[in-house]
């Protein structure tokens, strides 16, 4: 079975600080998504990587930054935390555009 | 996860019954089409997907209906069990390019036992 861990179920953080979301994949798939969960707005895409160094913009990408070194771990960054980016974070991962895999996702609340 | 349900149309259906859950998708041009089952604090999980040169496609409990002419796609599931409960997500994956995927906000199942 594919799975995908994400680094924490439940992180809190005060604005202004610096946090860091982990994603990791195990079936060594190409491509890999972070998004963020609203009630009522669905699923928005923050950032996508298709290969190793390499990232798009997704949707709503102010106030995020990716890194993604390694095939299998991909990164969300949010550089000074607002109250407003508080919501369940959502890593993916896909073969080459097929279904996503989803890990279970990180609830951040920002004070 | 728990707020997930929230704001979302709520389907009801009995334990048992048949459950259909629609969605109307956006462009033309998706050729590749993806349900998801979400239960409270959990991830998306894949249910099954279809591809634009089919109409239909068969799971275990599970059928999934696509109508290009109007844009429409179905999930029914047969026999709706409690552990059905869940948020449905259907998915629309544009062609060429990267091929996005853009998701639906969802559809509540609540089964009454």
């Known amino acids: 079975d594919v799975k995908v861990t994400q680094s924490s179920r439940y992180l809190v953080k005060r604005t202004g600080e610096k946090v860091f979301l982990e994603c990791v994949q195990d079936?060594?798939?190409?491509?890999m998504f972070w998004y963020r969960q609203d009630p009522g707005l669905g699923l928005r895409l923050i950032y996508f990587?298709?290969?190793?160094?390499?990232?798009e913009k997704g949707d709503i990408p102010e106030g995020y930054s990716v890194s993604r070194e390694k095939k299998e771990r991909f990164s969300l960054i949010l550089e000074s935390a607002s109250t407003n980016q508080t919501s369940m974070y959502l890593c993916?991962?896909?073969?080459?555009?097929?279904?996503?895999?989803f890990g279970p996702g990180t609830r951040l609340t920002v004070l | 996860g728990e707020s997930v349900g929230l704001h979302l149309p709520t389907l009801s259906v009995q334990e048992g019954d048949n459950s259909i859950i629609n969605c109307a998708y956006s462009?033309?041009?998706?050729?590749?089409f993806i349900w998801y089952k979400q239960e409270s604090g959990k991830g998306p999980q894949f249910i099954i997907d279809?591809?634009?040169?089919?109409d239909k496609r068969q799971g275990q409990r599970v059928t999934v209906l696509l109508n290009k002419t109007v844009k429409h796609l179905s999930l029914q599931i047969a026999a709706t069990q409690p552990g059905d409960s869940a948020v449905y997500f259907c998915?629309?994956?544009?062609?060429?390019?990267?091929?996005?995927?853009?998701f639906g906000t969802g559809t509540k199942l609540q089964v009454i036992p």
């Open positions: 993916a991962s896909s073969f080459l555009g097929r279904e996503q895999f």
């Open positions: 079936m060594d798939h190409e491509n």
């Open positions: 990587s298709y290969d190793v160094k390499m990232k």
């Open positions: 462009n033309s041009a998706s050729d590749y």
């Open positions: 279809i591809r634009s040169n089919m």
């Open positions: 998915a629309e994956r544009g062609s060429g390019g990267y091929q996005k995927v853009t």
